[in-house]
């Protein structure tokens, strides 16, 4: 019985402090009274001095059990040695309840505060967005977001397998946080339901899963991968999310492991699309890994364009916009101003660029939100395209395209010589890698050739400590390219015209939009960029068809309709001497049947397969002169870092692109206020820059050095600031940051990181050009046109200091400056564009454009 009782308090105290709290006033009172009756029957025995009512015996038991200093007003001569003994007993008593009491009042306060402390306690904040895993990217991507929401209130909950406090304070130590931004931290996992429910996933705006580093907690990148992996799978399939289903970002190593994860929700995905429509974004994916590849291998290309990307996709000064067809403050703007093309936006507008456009068409499972940058100069905005802008604001874009409605402006041709980065390129690969695997360095050395824009790699050498038999034998690299150009593959060309469909609304029927026509085909005369192809027909048929709506003259799709209607068309031609292709012009909506002769039709095929065929065989000829020209070479790397001296840059003058990489900087500990693991790197850096140009020639070298650590980064651009370079251009990528400011990109609009996966493309290329002119002085506006005139979009400008030995350190990088100001740029200074590789490329790597 007593173990009983025993247990039932033990319980009532564990699960609830008022109990224990309620027993100790029970306790109290009871106690009170026992002492009362003692006093009272002494009194009545004459043991004790005092003689009084029972009540004035409780009253008086009262005070002594209360007030600890009562004892001590008692009178000496009323009371004898048993008053006083029994009555400093009931006083003892008192302390011994009122300490339990405070302690146990005290404890709870302490450990409630600390419970609150530690990230125990269900979270109130409603439209937050959550970040998973304390990974390296977590600092940087939150600095982003902390410019990004600079004019907005916004809450961010961190969830990690480190104390809150400490989570915090590492944050606090490297980040001035806004007082607009509230940061939370929670320990646990994604895949935990009750911290699903503490983070009060029902409400979040955004779910960021990073991949946690390489540690001793996840030992591999696969490791790290399935953590995400898991997490995803849980937080989809949680209740939470279900009722919620909020945008989600996962970070994956491997692509292909994200996308394994992201197939095995498709079930739950489609459910949400089937209940929210084809508007509800989906999931995104992303690979740190490609990210860090395409981006070294896209410096190859183009120098200095780390410090593009950092310019043109940060919060600070000017950024891109995606102007909304649907946002009423921007509709009636962009319905006055259809037919414009982006040549005539960015002559009348001094304050943003228009890169291009962008059609949100994701009523219908057939198209996709598509991106059209640097679109061809004479196609124009149309019914439901949307702008992709860089302003500083999107109060500037609002005043900009509320002004240009009637506006002319004239702008002037100017006349300079500028200089493309198409030298040959021939790269010395430092690997500082430790790592067993070496599918890291295959699939970088993959990247960097597929990105080569024009063709011009010419040599690759690796210098590692160890070369394994999978290298040497060199058969990872790229076999011939298929373009898929033959007769009857997807990008053969049978009348010269690039075109996207555009869903109408009806059910198997849709237009084909001409986005560009080539240069050799003879349609350039009757068609235009902006027209609606509706169908092809045989002469036979005009006559029963010009009388017929528009709707009866679209041809009816099925499924695969641009393959089915490239079958349709190339059956006509081969069944006739001349057919028609039945036309809604976009300027006049009037309906045109536009005649085109059998032999004028192959002409323009040879003209343009001739053309596509070159291109494959240009590309075909550098893989081949590759093959003989990629070599790798044992060498002591930590050696001849420590040997370095001013004549170590000599031995590889032959080369002109020097990359230092270090693929085991991903297990290194984070947030080391001094990161000596950069040491290395920092010494190649200051060693490699004491390449001597020859008689003052201006460089044609490049230099990308690739370290762990934001604080790193900071030196080294700190240097670049400072101190004269004998290169073009000298990236440092610190891909922490790089790959935050994607992932930023996407939180703030998930087409960002569309756009940038397309420019990094072999769509479309941003591209340097050196000004050979001893000097040059133009407004922004003059030099937009001229770059226009070439269909480039000019989106910057980087202007250099140069000394004596035409050495050079960057001024300063301008992204959209003033435009109708005068700009003076002296020789070797560079303009930035953005551009298309060319047609094939074009429909090749677009799943939205193909060719007819």
């Not at 609304?505 to 235009?528: C, H, T, W």
Request: glycine share 4%; proline share 2%.
């Amino acid at each position: 019985m007593w173990k009983f009782l025993k247990y039932r308090f033990n319980k009532a105290f564990e699960q609830n402090l008022f109990n224990l709290v309620l027993f100790l006033i029970g306790i109290s009172v009871v106690g009170i009274l026992l002492f009362s009756t003692l006093f009272f029957a002494l009194q009545k025995i004459g043991l004790l001095g005092d003689d009084n009512f029972f009540t004035a015996t409780v009253w008086q038991a009262f005070n002594l059990f209360f007030d600890q200093n009562a004892i001590f007003g008692l009178d000496v001569d009323k009371n004898n040695f048993f008053d006083f003994f029994f009555k400093f007993n009931v006083t003892i008593f008192g302390i011994l309840i009122f300490s339990a009491l405070i302690g146990i009042i005290t404890n709870f306060i302490s450990n409630k505060i600390e419970s609150l402390r530690t990230g125990k306690t269900k979270i109130e904040e409603e439209n937050h967005i959550i970040f998973f895993n304390f990974s390296r990217r977590l600092i940087p991507l939150i600095s982003e977001l902390c410019n990004a929401y600079i004019k907005e209130k916004k809450s961010f909950v961190i969830v990690s397998n480190e104390e809150p406090l400490t989570v915090l304070e590492k944050i606090n130590n490297v980040i001035k946080v806004p007082k607009n931004i509230t940061i939370v931290a929670r320990k646990g996992y994604a895949w935990q339901k009750s911290l699903q429910e503490r983070i009060n996933l029902e409400k979040a705006k955004q779910l960021i899963i990073l991949k946690p580093d390489v540690s001793e907690t996840f030992k591999t990148e696969l490791d790290c991968d399935v953590e995400v992996g898991k997490s995803f799978a849980s937080l989809l399939g949680s209740d939470a999310w279900q009722k919620n289903p909020c945008k989600v970002l996962a970070e994956f190593h491997d692509e292909m492991r994200g996308f394994l994860y992201l197939d095995f929700c498709r079930d739950l995905i489609v459910k949400q699309m089937n209940n929210k429509g084809f508007s509800w974004q989906d999931p995104d994916i992303i690979s740190s890994a490609n990210l860090k590849n395409t981006l070294l291998s896209q410096c190859t290309n183009t120098p200095d364009l780390s410090e593009i990307y950092d310019n043109l996709f940060g919060y600070e000064g000017s950024e891109i916009y995606f102007v909304n067809p649907n946002d009423q403050k921007y509709s009636d703007i962009l319905k006055k101003n259809i037919g414009k093309t982006i040549k005539d936006f960015n002559a009348l507008c001094d304050n943003i660029i228009v890169i291009g456009f962008y059609l949100n068409d994701q009523k219908h499972n057939i198209t996709w939100n598509k991106i059209f940058i640097n679109s061809p100069k004479d196609f124009p905005l149309s019914d439901n395209f949307g702008l992709i802008c860089i302003a500083k604001n999107e109060d500037q874009i609002l005043q900009e395209l509320n002004n240009i409605e009637n506006q002319t402006k004239e702008v002037a041709d100017i006349n300079a010589n500028f200089k493309e980065d198409n030298k040959d390129i021939n790269i010395a690969m430092f690997d500082y890698s430790k790592e067993e695997d070496n599918i890291y360095l295959i699939e970088l050395l993959r990247s960097i050739i597929a990105s080569n824009y024009y063709n011009n790699l010419k040599g690759i050498k690796v210098y590692r400590d160890k070369i394994e038999n999978n290298l040497s034998d060199k058969k990872f690299l790229p076999t011939s390219p298929d373009y898929e150009i033959n007769k009857d593959q997807k990008n053969h060309s049978l009348l010269g015209l690039i075109f996207h469909t555009v869903n109408i609304g009806e059910k198997n029927k849709f237009d084909l939009q001409v986005y560009a026509i080539n240069k050799n085909s003879s349609l350039k005369s009757s068609i235009n960029a902006g027209d609606y192809i509706l169908n092809a027909v045989s002469k036979s048929e005009i006559d029963n068809l010009k009388n017929k709506s528009e709707s009866e003259l679209r041809y009816k799709f099925k499924p695969n309709l641009q393959n089915q209607f490239k079958q349709y068309v190339a059956k006509l031609i081969d069944d006739n001497d001349e057919i028609y292709l039945i036309i809604k012009k976009h300027k006049t909506k009037k309906i045109e049947f536009i005649e085109i002769k059998k032999d004028q039709i192959l002409k323009d095929q040879k003209l343009v397969n001739d053309q596509f065929n070159l291109i494959q065989a240009n590309r075909q000829t550098m893989i081949n002169d590759l093959k003989n020209n990629v070599s790798f070479e044992e060498k002591d790397l930590n050696e001849q870092t420590k040997d370095m001296g001013l004549g170590t840059v000599s031995e590889y003058e032959n080369d002109n692109c020097y990359i230092f990489f270090n693929e085991t900087n991903q297990q290194i500990q984070k947030f080391r206020e001094n990161p000596t693991e950069d040491h290395v790197m920092i010494n190649n850096f200051v060693g490699f820059s004491n390449l001597r140009l020859s008689d003052g020639k201006m460089a044609d070298h490049s230099m990308i050095t690739e370290i762990n650590g934001y604080r790193s980064k900071k030196i080294l651009e700190d240097y670049k600031s400072k101190y004269f370079s004998p290169y073009i251009g000298n990236d440092v990528i610190e891909m922490n940051s790089i790959i935050s400011k994607y992932i930023a990109a996407g939180t703030f609009d998930i087409k960002n990181t569309r756009l940038i996966d397309l420019l990094f493309s072999r769509a479309h290329t941003i591209k340097a050009h050196t000004l050979v002119d001893k000097e040059l002085t133009a407004t922004f506006c003059e030099l937009e046109k001229h770059f226009q005139n070439k269909n480039e979009t000019l989106i910057g400008i980087i202007d250099y200091d140069f000394d004596e030995n035409q050495k050079r350190k960057i001024k300063n990088i301008s992204i959209n400056p003033k435009q109708t100001d005068k700009i003076k740029l002296d020789q070797g200074d560079r303009l930035i564009t953005i551009a298309n590789f060319n047609d094939l490329e074009m429909v090749n790597h677009s799943r939205y454009l193909h060719i007819l």
